[in-house]
């Protein structure tokens, strides 16, 4: 019989001293003083915020990519190795330059005819959008006539937009006349729309010259900066001339502008390109600085992002000679 002083099997270790012998891990102080639940919580919070600091600089590098596509140029050390050949391109919309030496673009899918006369310059715009730079010619109107809607100007810019119930006319410089020839459409409510346009065209055809100048035509004077868009359904209300902001046209043209594209283009041949498209002539003042690597692309008409990259990358300033001629060099 056990007198009670017999060994008993040792007993295991308390609870506590278990714990206190396992190895530690981020949850056994929370799990111990019971606050897990908050520890949780602010991990929680924790991850968000990495979260949205990751999303920042995704939305950063995106931005920078955009600014890139827009017109800033970015620059290629001058040692770093070349991995193609230089190369400098340019993506224009189609041209012609009519017989008067006015120039039209066409966005993609336009068609345009051309009739001049010894008194009128007239291009029909058949379909789509173009744009037109008119060379001066007061004695010769240039009428751009499109569904029954004509575009009167002498020297100016303009686009004329040539959609199925409606045309759009948006000036870019100087002054222009848009003619309506309302009495001239079909009146029956229940003609289908697609064929308004092309019975107003066979309407006033008849005489071009007649029509694009008859007086009792309804008109409207738009000035740069002004647009106004013409429906062609009978009853459509009478059309207003709306003022548009500089960033809203910039927008509005940019399929027309040329895009100039760079890969590690001396500097010689990209002014040389940029000449071709731009209105501004650019300079070199030594031959030396021709030499200099230009990598991206630009809008012809963004000559800006060009001189501004030049001051601060390479230290060459732009001297100004007159309205057209900018004369590059380096400074002191």
Not at 104 to 131: C, H, N, Q, W
Not at 274 to 293: E, H, M
Request: with cysteine; net charge neutral; glycine share 6%.
């Amino acid at each position: 019989m056990n007198d009670g002083n017999a060994a008993c099997p040792q007993s295991d270790p308390t609870p506590a001293k278990r714990v206190s012998e396992m190895p530690r891990t981020t949850f056994d102080w929370p799990r111990h003083v019971g606050a897990t639940e908050a520890v949780l919580q602010e991990l929680q919070v924790q991850l968000r915020l990495r979260r949205r600091r990751r999303n920042r600089l995704r939305a950063v590098g995106a931005a920078v990519v955009m600014m890139l596509a827009v017109g800033w140029l970015w620059q290629i050390p001058a040692g770093a190795p070349s991995v193609a050949p230089a190369l400098a391109t340019a993506t224009v919309p189609a041209r012609q330059v009519m017989p008067d030496g006015s120039v039209v673009y066409l966005r993609a899918g336009a068609e345009v005819s051309v009739d001049f006369s010894a008194t009128i310059r007239l291009v029909r715009l058949d379909k789509g959008e173009a744009l037109f730079e008119v060379a001066k010619n007061p004695e010769r109107p240039f009428v751009v006539r499109a569904a029954g809607v004509d575009v009167r100007a002498v020297g100016t810019a303009f686009t004329v937009n040539r959609q199925n119930l409606a045309v759009e006319v948006l000036v870019t410089e100087g002054q222009v006349a848009v003619l309506e020839f309302r009495n001239d459409r079909p009146r029956d409510a229940g003609a289908a729309d697609a064929s308004v346009a092309e019975v107003a065209d066979a309407r006033v055809n008849r005489d071009p010259v007649q029509r694009s100048l008859r007086p009792s035509a309804p008109e409207w004077r738009l000035d740069a900066g002004n647009r106004i868009v013409v429906e062609l359904a009978a009853g459509a209300p009478v059309p207003q001339v709306v003022a548009i902001s500089a960033a809203e046209m910039e927008e509005r043209i940019r399929w027309s502008v040329p895009t100039l594209t760079f890969a590690r283009t001396p500097l010689s041949e990209g002014i040389a390109l940029i000449n071709q498209y731009s209105r501004t002539r650019l300079v070199l003042d030594s031959a030396a600085l021709g030499s200099l690597p230009l990598s991206g692309a630009i809008r012809a008409d963004n000559i800006a992002a060009l001189l501004e990259l030049l001051e601060s990358e390479y230290g060459i300033t732009a001297e100004r000679r007159d309205e057209m001629n900018i004369v590059l060099r380096k400074a002191p």
